[in-house]
């Protein structure tokens, strides 16, 4: 079963911007759409972002217009850029497929976002 490997959180300022990468175990170019997901404690689990491999993507609302999903077939990895960050966008982030069944969850990356 694929896994995968979040990385890129950190602590920014409102307004500053962050990359997150998703490496995968094995390739993802079965696997369409891959997805971006992030959870606050005690909340549940939402989807932030997800993309196609003809590079199709979708935005959850509360992220549209700052956010953009990537996807690189080739090195197994998932990217989201995260610009004009705000407090509300603090969360653990995780990478996953986007529709079940899904693989293992990874440890995921947390984001704080505050001054």
């Known amino acids: 079963q694929v896994q995968f490997v979040e990385s890129g959180g950190g602590l920014v300022q409102p307004g500053g911007s962050l990359r997150l990468s998703c490496s995968a175990s094995e390739s993802i170019i079965s696997i369409s759409p891959m997805a971006w997901y992030r959870q606050v404690p005690g909340k549940q689990r939402e989807l932030v972002a997800h993309i196609r491999n003809g590079g199709s993507t979708y935005y959850a609302d509360s992220v549209k217009g700052r956010f953009t999903i990537s996807r690189d077939n080739a090195k197994n990895t998932v990217c989201l850029q995260m610009n004009s960050l705000k407090p509300e966008d603090t969360a653990v982030y995780y990478c996953?497929?986007?529709?079940?069944?899904?693989?293992?969850w990874g440890q995921g990356t947390q984001v704080t976002v505050s001054s």
């Open positions: 996953n497929r986007a529709y079940y069944p899904f693989s293992s």
